[in-house]
């Protein structure tokens, strides 16, 4: 029996398997990223806990403090904080990880919009967490305690705190990245800056339903992130139309100096015709 030559690669599993490849080692080098953070962080877990909980410490009434109701909790705690905070401090590189396998299928003049898009997200992030801890933690946390009934001592526990306040963390995050989102549906033609404008009013309904589903159950926490929302919305907006009449400003820029050309392309033709026809002239007149 003839032995069958075993079945060559079509030339677009080899991209395919490259592509997985490449997947591959950037998810190993955003992994190995942030354990290398963690590391480094996980030695200073209790201190960011105490940098984490310090609104609400303030916020507590005189003598009283936090519990762990599990027995596991004083460790894991910390050490669920210090690997979420690697994640927070690594996502710039992450995002660059993605970027640099996502770029390579994008067009020039996508890559060129993307940039800014890219670091302004980055940025809004931690904008949106920065201003939940030292904007929104004090007022809500000092709401939420002020409300115990006579009598009733508040002891947070530590695991159900670092959850609420992970909780906002993301959910702030997320809420400043409105701009953002707004700037890429109109980019894409799904939608006109107009027509947002004409939805403004179910858009502020929506970012208070969004408040109330991301929030703790408790009025001032859910205006504190509806208002954000739909300010930043407006600046989404505002930015938009920037972006577009830039846009037209360019195309007509091109479409002038396309126009420009196509003159200059007619006068020489005229000119070669009008040479022509002196030549041809001369030439009668010689005959």
């Known amino acids: 029996m003839k032995k069958t030559d075993p079945p060559k690669k079509t030339e677009t599993e080899i991209p395919f398997l490259s592509h997985l490849v490449e997947l591959r080692d950037r998810l190993l080098r955003s992994v190995l990223f942030v354990l290398v953070i963690f590391s480094g962080l996980f030695f200073f877990a209790n201190d960011i806990y105490q940098f984490i909980a310090a609104p609400i410490m303030e916020a507590l009434p005189e003598g009283s403090t936090m519990v762990a109701t599990k027995t596991t909790a004083p460790f894991l705690t910390p050490f669920k904080l210090a690997l979420v905070t690697s994640i927070f401090i690594g996502m710039p590189f992450l995002l660059y990880q993605a970027w640099g396998f996502i770029a390579p299928g994008l067009y020039k003049h996508e890559k060129r919009l993307a940039y800014p898009l890219l670091f302004s997200s980055i940025m809004l992030f931690y ?3 920065a201003f939940a801890y030292y904007v929104v933690f004090p007022i809500i946390f000092a709401f939420l305690t002020s409300m115990a009934p006579a009598g009733v001592t508040v002891l947070p526990d530590i695991t159900d705190y670092l959850d609420l306040v992970l909780k906002l963390f993301f959910a702030f995050g997320i809420a400043f990245e409105v701009p953002i989102a707004t700037i890429i549906l109109v980019i894409i033609g799904w939608t006109t800056p107009d027509k947002l404008t004409e939805k403004r009013a ?9 408040g109330m589903l991301l929030t703790p159950p408790d009025i001032v926490s859910q205006v504190m992130l509806a208002i954000p ?5 407006e600046v989404g907006i505002l930015f938009s139309r920037m972006i577009l009449k830039m846009r037209k400003q360019r195309e007509q820029e091109l479409e002038e100096k396309e126009l420009s050309e196509a003159e200059m392309d007619n006068e020489f033709e005229k000119a070669i015709a009008e040479e022509d026809d002196l030549n041809t002239t001369g030439n009668d007149n010689k005959n």
Do not use: N, S, T
């Open 127 to 129: 904008a949106g967490m």
């Open 229 to 233: 929302m739909w300010l930043l919305f």
């Open 202 to 210: 179910y858009i502020i309904v929506g970012a208070f339903v969004i």
